[in-house]
């Protein structure tokens, strides 16, 4: 059983570029959150996905954008790239959206911007 | 707004010996979850343990237990019999009892193991 993938593994951009980041959940999840951590630092909560909606959303400016499909997956795009956007960015899977839920984490998308 | 704190950058534990990360979290909720992280080298984020604020009792996962003060506010992680694979970031995480709220981490601690 697969767990969480993501892809790219790496990638590196020019500033004022756009990037989408992609997220398949493990299997049987249906919710979809991300975060993004920076070098040294704990991961920070930017959205979080439940049937195709944005339900709940961190201290993020609007260049942070997301998309959840039908089939669970999702999608993190970010544009006008910053070089501060530089970071590890983490997808983490979960059923359903309750408080008890446990996350699965992905190995992340590892972004530098230059 | 609720904030985690582990004041412990960097720890080192010789193998086979026990070691204790320490984490304080501010909430004025009274439902809560808290959690340990542990994030190696691959960068892949695993659960370690989680605690139930409404429970007692302290958790426990065969090498790893907390010691949950909830009236301090205090939730360290103690890893017995260290293993060399025990080595990596360790973050300390609160999320509300709500149903859709986000998982807010601590900045970490780095466990070095010494063979």
């Known amino acids: 059983d697969a767990g969480v993938t993501q892809s790219p593994t790496h990638l590196i951009k020019t500033r004022g570029q756009q990037v989408t980041l992609r997220c398949s959940p493990k299997?049987?999840?249906?919710?979809v959150s991300w975060y993004q951590q920076a070098l040294g630092q704990g991961p920070q909560f930017i959205f979080q996905?439940?049937?195709?909606?944005?339900?709940q959303r961190g201290n993020f400016p609007d260049r942070f954008s997301g998309h959840q499909f039908p089939n669970y997956s999702s999608e993190l795009n970010v544009n006008a790239l910053l070089l501060g956007d530089s970071a590890l960015y983490l997808c983490?899977?979960?059923?359903?959206?309750?408080?008890?839920?446990?996350?699965?984490f992905g190995p992340g998308t590892r972004l530098t911007v230059t | 707004a609720q904030t985690v704190t582990q004041s412990q950058p960097e720890m080192s534990v010789q193998e086979a010996e026990t070691v204790t990360l320490s984490c304080t979290y501010d909430?004025?909720?009274?439902?809560?979850?808290l959690f340990w992280y542990k994030q190696p080298p691959s960068r892949q984020m695993i659960l370690v343990i989680r605690?139930?604020?409404?429970?007692?009792q302290n958790a426990t996962e065969n090498r790893f237990s907390v010691n949950f003060q909830k009236a301090a506010k205090s939730f360290s992680l103690k890893i017995s019999d260290s293993q060399l694979g025990d080595a990596a970031m360790y973050f300390c995480?609160?999320?509300?009892?709500?149903?859709?709220?986000?998982?807010?981490f601590g900045p970490g601690t780095s466990l070095s193991v010494i063979p």
């Open positions: 983490a899977s979960s059923r359903p959206p309750v408080a008890s839920r446990r996350e699965v």
């Open positions: 299997s049987g999840h249906d919710t």
């Open positions: 996905y439940y049937e195709e909606e944005e339900r």
């Open positions: 909430t004025s909720e009274s439902d809560y979850y």
């Open positions: 605690q139930e604020a409404y429970k007692q």
């Open positions: 995480a609160y999320r509300s009892g709500t149903s859709y709220d986000k998982v807010i």
